[in-house]
């Protein structure tokens, strides 16, 4: 899909070192980065990551693991 949007300047500048950096298009760029951002702003994507992380692990109760995840949720940006 195209489209078109209107950033600063100096976000474009940085945005355009970074995708040479990373050898990704401006477009490539911006599509990894809507994702992530997306991602990380969606709570349904961030539960059904979990899940599927604990299903995979399995569920173990682990007192260090525990006390480390809600330290570490805590600290987390929302």
Do not use: C
């Amino acid at each position: 899909m195209k489209t078109a949007v209107s950033i600063p300047d100096d976000l474009y500048e940085r945005a355009e070192r970074l995708a040479r950096k990373m050898k990704l298009s401006r477009s490539g760029l911006i599509s990894v980065a809507l994702d992530e951002y997306v991602a990380r702003h969606t709570d349904e994507d961030v539960t059904e990551a979990m899940n599927a992380a604990l299903l995979e692990i399995g569920e173990q109760a682990d007192p260090f693991v525990r006390e480390a995840g809600l330290h570490a949720l805590a600290r987390t940006e929302w």
